[in-house]
């Protein structure tokens, strides 16, 4: 559950991100598929790298027992307790009490495991760790030996802000024996803020009363002063090897500037030649004595209070910080790319209302193709109105309803020319062509035995149609008398047609007789093939609107014309 919490923003961002890329941003699909093949790359990635972090963070930690560790709901202090912690802890690691929990910590390496241990198993508490750096100058021989000490923890202390974010309160307890034997506590904890140099003087109370003050009280000034005078040493003694060491500049770790120092006057065992007697013997000539009575320190529980108060969130907190901060930034490129969505469409719309406003509709196939297309926008946009518009478009941006009325206008404002008459192409007349010497004996105009199957084919090649005359004409060569053809022309034409009438229903409407003579060949007729040609009968369909009616027409040539034409009811 631990890794998944700590893997889970990358998989909740790159969804957000695939949706953005195939929902909203106006990508070709080949820039889709290539934005969806990083982000899982990159997602895969970053996911292996934090599992593996998580993992070497639990193996790094495991050494730590989680029932050392405060409760996720615990409410007071955590005091990570550094330095000489020995001296309060005695055989104890953990020391709970009301006002706060503290956690020993053996060396600077633990320190930034623990650290890292608390930001994995409890981060809704890391605003409420302070580091406090226990130092008692009596149990030190070697002021040199001391102070690399005090650098190992400065960088220790550097390191622990990659796993306690913001400015992570550091502040010290140094305790010292009195300065005589007949020692009365009644003042417990001396302390100085930073950025303060009067000190105060805690006991109980919640308020610390100024040193200035509390020497200046008759009750037992003698002992106050020799105190007085004692605290000013192990100040000195603090500044000289811790105060310079925590805020030098120029070194690998960050300057450390304390929030509070507390000095506490109580007897404990010492270490004899130490380096605060030497101090001490600089200062006075006097070394103190190492005869000091073995008693068990109290821990600086009243001085919780004054530390600096750091607000920060909760797990729960900061996770919904954290999926409001990416919806937020989702939203803001969604409704981002749904105005560029929505600016492209106004302006293919525009694009297409302008070339259609262009063209004056002659010819008019090309504004007619422009209106089509306005009309394919305005059945689109419609329907996205009434059935919602893609998601790319939404967000609040959707301009189609804007846009419908302009189109409608437009489409309304012209209309094609109707298309022209159609032209009815009438085709020529069917005609068939008969040999008259097929038909008739020569000079005759009376049909000859063997003739029936050639008018038979004829009659079955035309046929009648309404609106249509069967025209039966009769042609000669120019042997002979031209009247006399003329004549044998039309009598063989009338013969044709008395045919035709007696072997079908036809109406003798239909059809009407002509006779030309020699006066249309269709070849020359000074050979014999061509006066063959030219004696023929011709039976053709002429359009006429009142054909078929219950009549026949003969038509015989007179003076001055070619044929006459003969009507017999």
Not at 50 to 73: H, I, M, T, V, Y
Not at 257 to 262: E, N
Not at 442 to 463: F, R
Not at 540 to 547: G, N, Y
């Amino acid at each position: 559950m631990r890794i998944l919490s700590q893997v889970w923003p990358g998989v909740f961002s790159a969804t957000l991100a695939l949706l953005l890329f195939w929902g909203f941003w106006p990508l070709s699909r080949g820039s889709q598929w290539t934005l969806t093949a990083l982000v899982v790359v990159l997602t895969g990635g970053w996911i292996f790298w934090r599992w593996r972090r998580a993992c070497k963070l639990q193996e790094a930690a495991s050494e730590f027992d989680d029932a050392r560790l405060p409760p996720e709901s615990y409410q007071g202090a955590i005091v990570l307790a550094c330095g000489d912690s020995e001296i309060l802890f005695r055989e104890l690691h953990v020391r709970e009490a009301q006002q706060g929990w503290y956690l020993r910590i053996p060396d600077p390496e633990h320190l930034v495991l623990m650290a890292q241990r608390l930001s994995v198993a409890r981060p809704g508490l890391i605003w409420r760790v302070s580091v406090m750096m226990t130092v008692a100058p009596e149990h030190h021989q070697d002021g040199d030996e001391f102070m690399q000490k005090m650098h190992a923890w400065r960088r220790a202390i550097s390191l622990c802000h990659h796993w306690l974010p913001g400015e992570l309160p550091v502040w010290g307890c140094c305790y010292v024996n009195p300065p005589d034997a007949d020692y009365a506590s009644d003042a417990r904890w001396f302390t100085r803020l930073a950025g303060n140099d009067e000190m105060q003087i805690w006991r109980d109370s919640k308020v610390g009363i100024p040193l200035s003050d509390w020497g200046a009280q008759p009750i037992s000034r003698q002992s106050r002063f020799s105190q007085t005078l004692w605290l000013n040493g192990a100040v000195a003694w603090a500044e000289s090897r811790i105060f310079c060491v925590f805020s030098a500049t120029g070194s690998d770790a960050r300057p450390i500037i304390p929030c509070l120092w507390i000095w506490h006057l109580s007897p404990f065992a010492v270490r004899a030649n130490n380096d605060w007697q030497r101090n001490v013997a600089n200062i006075t000539s006097l070394v103190p004595s190492n005869e000091k009575k073995e008693g068990e320190l109290p821990f600086p529980d009243p001085l919780l209070s004054v530390l600096p108060v750091r607000s920060g969130l909760s797990r729960v907190e900061r996770q919904c910080g954290l999926v409001g901060l990416l919806l937020g930034l989702f939203l803001v490129l969604a409704m981002l790319a749904s105005y560029i969505n929505n600016q492209r469409l106004i302006r293919n719309v525009s694009d297409h209302l302008q070339l259609y406003e262009r063209l004056i509709g002659e010819p008019a196939q090309p504004k007619l193709l422009a209106q089509n297309r306005l009309r394919a926008d305005a059945l689109l946009l419609d329907e996205w109105q009434r059935e919602g518009a893609p998601v790319r478009y939404s967000m609040g941006m959707f301009q189609g309803g804007r846009l419908l009325p302009l189109i409608r206008t437009a489409v309304n404002s012209w209309a094609p020319p109707p298309p022209p008459a159609p032209v009815i192409v009438q085709s020529a007349p069917d005609t068939v062509r008969l040999d008259s010497m097929a038909l008739f004996d020569t000079g005759k105009a009376k049909l000859i035995e063997g003739s029936t199957k050639i008018l038979v084919e004829a009659l079955l090649n035309i046929k009648a149609r309404p609106g249509w005359l069967i025209v039966v004409s009769g042609h000669t060569d120019n042997t002979g008398d031209a009247r006399a053809n003329q004549q044998l022309s039309l009598k063989r034409a009338e013969a044709v047609r008395d045919w035709m009438l007696a072997t079908s229903d036809v109406s003798p409407g239909c059809f009407a007789v002509q006779g030309y003579g020699a006066s249309r060949p269709v070849e020359s007729n000074d050979t014999p093939e061509g006066r063959k040609l030219n004696r023929r009968v011709e039976i053709s369909l002429v359009p006429q609107a009142d054909a078929c009616q219950d009549r026949t027409e003969s038509t015989s040539p007179t003076e001055g014309e070619d044929s006459t034409l003969i009507k017999e009811n």
